[in-house]
């Protein structure tokens, strides 16, 4: 059986891969590019196959091994390979029936080469890029690059270009990936378009021992983690190893310290009144759609109370932002299953979604996509 680490963030994945190039290993890069029915994993997850080992997962662990030992079949020959998985149940003499996805998957195997190297710096540099690459046929393998700045680079034919546009422009917005099949004068062509979105950023205030779990925790479930500290002397790498940058800062020059945007979330958990108070004023003014406050309700009163006699306006919808007490209803009082609770909740808001029983889900877990693209005839 292969030696995997199954459960690695995807970041950490494409980091593989730029070590790969580094090193000049003939590394392989095994790709979801299509899923039929249930799966544990949607189109875009990725498994990185080493020499003797693999890390990243595209299944609940029921084909790894067996991907794996085609990865290495792909690296001897140094070709491109696509392969389909009919895990429904129908092929019991192949599967048994011990398989629990009930779906038909498709993979892409292939040889990791400088082609890739642009998806593996936007990854470091945390910024989005959509990855479309031909999935069938003779120019299996043929791949161009696209970014909301620069629309098209690398290869396919203008003609695909223009027509792949829109929609690699609206899965890379919702960080979604899918298969879309093109209707061309020369008949169908199969392109897998990868959304990749930078991680949601999470900011943490605070530098207590309660951060830690908050920190490695977050790591884990792929937020871009930066904590922020109002005492300099514990704004060390050293304390906080997970995270991916420490900073130390005044509560009122965290504006200055941090870029906020959309799809940064704020921590706050510094324990300390005064500090809480001036920090939220300043993301008050931010654009993050999230901020945790650490404390019972009573105490964001008296927060409250406060803004009101320094004539601080708290504007209505900035209340639908603000959670406090902050995390999910989960039980239980220990460090760890509070960071459970706080990343929880920062998920579901990153997410768009509201916390529930998937039980209770009528529609699908994931988004179901379908796209079908005709060039017209010139």
């Known amino acids: 059986m292969t030696r995997t680490d199954w459960s690695v963030p995807e970041t950490e994945v494409l980091s593989g891969v730029g070590d790969a190039l580094d090193a000049g290993r003939d590394d392989v890069l095994a790709t979801v590019i299509d899923v039929e029915g249930n799966a544990y994993r949607r189109p875009g997850a990725k498994m990185l196959i080493r020499d003797d080992d693999t890390a990243g997962s595209i299944t609940a662990g029921c084909l790894e091994d067996e991907v794996a030992r085609l990865g290495r079949e792909v690296r001897e020959t140094g070709d491109p390979h696509v392969e389909t998985y009919d895990l429904t149940g129908d092929d019991d003499a192949l599967w048994g029936r011990g398989m629990g996805c009930n779906g038909i998957i498709t993979v892409l195997l292939e040889p990791i080469t ?196 320094d004539g601080v306006a708290v504007a209505e919808d900035d209340f639908e932002r603000i959670y406090t007490p902050i995390g999910l209803d989960l039980g239980g009082e220990s460090p760890s299953r509070i960071a459970y609770s706080i990343v929880g909740e920062v998920l579901a808001v990153a997410n768009g979604r509201t916390p529930g029983h998937l039980t209770e889900r009528e529609e699908p877990i994931h988004d179901r996509l379908d796209f079908d693209v005709e060039i017209a005839p010139e």
């Open 114 to 309: 400088e082609s890739y190297r642009p998806v593996v710096d936007a990854s470091a540099a945390g910024e989005d890029i959509g990855v479309v690459t031909v999935v069938d046929g003779d120019r299996l393998g043929e791949r161009a690059y696209y970014t909301p700045e620069e629309e098209f680079a690398g290869g396919l034919t203008d003609d695909l270009r223009d027509e792949l546009a829109e929609p690699t422009a609206g899965l890379l917005a919702e960080g979604n990936s899918d298969t879309i099949r093109i209707e061309t004068d020369d008949g169908t062509i199969e392109v897998f378009v990868d959304g990749i979105r930078a991680p949601s950023h999470l900011v943490i205030f605070g530098s207590g021992p309660d951060v830690e779990p908050v920190v490695d925790l977050a790591t884990r479930v792929e937020l871009r983690v930066t904590v922020v500290s109002f005492r300099g002397a514990h704004a060390s790498e050293e304390r906080f190893p997970e995270a991916d940058t420490v900073r130390s800062s005044s509560p009122t020059d965290v504006r200055a310290v941090v870029d906020f945007d959309d799809d940064t979330h704020a921590v706050v958990m510094t324990h300390n009144f005064v500090d809480d108070r001036l920090v939220l004023e300043e993301l008050l003014d931010t654009r993050t759609p999230y901020i945790g406050l650490m404390g019972p309700q009573e105490r964001f009163e008296e927060l409250l109370e406060e803004f009101v006699e």
